[in-house]
C-alpha cells in the first residue's frame, strides 16, 4: 500500500467535508494501525490534530504509550505541540511529505502566539521572556506530588517500559 498516497486522500477527503488540510497515517508491521484528518473545525477542539488522534488511536489499540516499531505518515512538518507528542511515543520514524514553505502559499495559521514563523524561537526563549504570559507560582505541594509518585515506583524515577536515549 501506498501510505504516503493514503495520507494524501485521507487530508483531502477532510478538506472537501470542511475540515482542515492535514492528516496522519501510522503503520506498523506494513499495515495501518491508526490513521485520521485533522478534526479542529469539526469539533471546536484545538488539540484534535490529526497526529494527535492517530497517536491516540494507535496507543489505545497497543495498550502502551511507545509507538517504538512504527512509522508515521503526516501531510505536513508537524506543528509545535505535535512535534512534542511525536517525540513521546518515540516512532521509529516521521514522513512528512510537504513543508510549511510549500504550503503557506496556500494555508497559513497565524494565530496569537502561535504564528509558525517565530514559533520556534519563542520556545527557545525562557518561560519568562515568552510572548504568552506566564508566571510562576511556586507550591510546596507541587513537588510532594512527583515524590508520591516515585514512591508508589519503588524509588523509580523513570516510567517503566519507557523507550530511553541510547
Known amino acids: 500500500m501506498d501510505f504516503a498516497r ?27 494501525l491508526a490513521e485520521s484528518p485533522n478534526r479542529v473545525a469539526q469539533t471546536n477542539d484545538p488539540t484534535a490534530h490529526a497526529e494527535i488522534l492517530a497517536i491516540r488511536e494507535a496507543c489505545t489499540k497497543l495498550g502502551t504509550e511507545h509507538l517504538v516499531g512504527t512509522t508515521i505518515y503526516v501531510l505536513a512538518q508537524p506543528c509545535p505541540m505535535c512535534l512534542g507528542a511525536l517525540y513521546y511515543c518515540s516512532p521509529d520514524e516521521v514522513v512528512f511529505l510537504t513543508t510549511r514553505d510549500a504550503y503557506e502559499p496556500h494555508y497559513v495559521d497565524d494565530r496569537k502566539y502561535f504564528e509558525l514563523d517565530n514559533f ?40 517503566a517500559g519507557a523507550p530511553t536515549a541510547p
Not at 16 to 22: K, T
Open 120 to 159: 520556534y524561537d519563542e520556545f527557545a526563549k525562557n518561560w519568562d521572556e515568552r510572548r504568552l504570559p506566564m508566571r510562576h507560582e511556586p507550591h510546596d505541594g507541587a513537588v510532594d506530588v512527583y515524590r508520591l509518585w516515585q514512591e508508589r515506583n519503588g524509588g523509580e524515577r523513570r516510567v
Open 6 to 32: 493514503r495520507t494524501v486522500d485521507l487530508a483531502r477527503r477532510n478538506v472537501a467535508e470542511g475540515g482542515r488540510p492535514f492528516a496522519t497515517v501510522i503503520v506498523k508491521d506494513g499495515e495501518i
